[in-house]
């Protein structure tokens, strides 16, 4: 999220600016990326569930779509920074083309005009 270019990698659901080199997804967070010929990758992502919202959710579970199918569901039960990496079947792939990444939190924390998921650092795909 702190490359100058995380505006375009973003179809929804984040906050427009952080104060920082990350960013907070919000109720439906969709992401887009580019991706080549593979024939096997994992979608990776860093990103913190802070305490102060945790103590409004509670245990979170966060579903994971490729081009609107999912692909994996993991329950996070601690507030705190997290790493995912899961693969991705290549059935749900467009390749050569973009394609979407939707990370969709089953509770959010409300600041009065906002639904706070949680607080992105990094996404994307490895081989």
């Known amino acids: ?3 100058p ?3 375009s990698y973003i179809v929804q659901g984040f906050r427009d600016k952080s104060e920082g080199p990350w ?11 580019y ?8 979608f990776n992502m860093q990103f913190t569930f802070p305490e102060q919202t945790f103590r409004q959710t509670g ?11 999912p692909f994996d569901q993991v329950r996070y039960t601690t507030p705190g920074e997290q790493h995912y990496a899961h693969p991705v079947p290549v059935n749900l792939l ?5 394609n979407t990444v939707a990370i ?3 509770r959010t924390a409300s600041n009065g005009s ?6 992105l650092t990094r996404a994307g795909f490895s081989e």
């Open 1 to 3: 999220m702190a490359d």
């Open 5 to 7: 270019d995380a505006d």
């Open 23 to 33: 960013r907070w997804a919000l109720d439906h967070p969709i992401l887009r990326f």
């Open 35 to 42: 991706l080549p010929q593979v024939t096997s990758i994992n």
């Open 59 to 69: 245990p979170v579970t966060l579903t994971f779509l490729m081009n609107g199918h």
């Open 94 to 98: 467009h390749l050569d083309a973009l």
């Open 104 to 106: 969709e939190p089953d």
């Open 114 to 119: 906002e639904k706070l998921g949680f607080v």
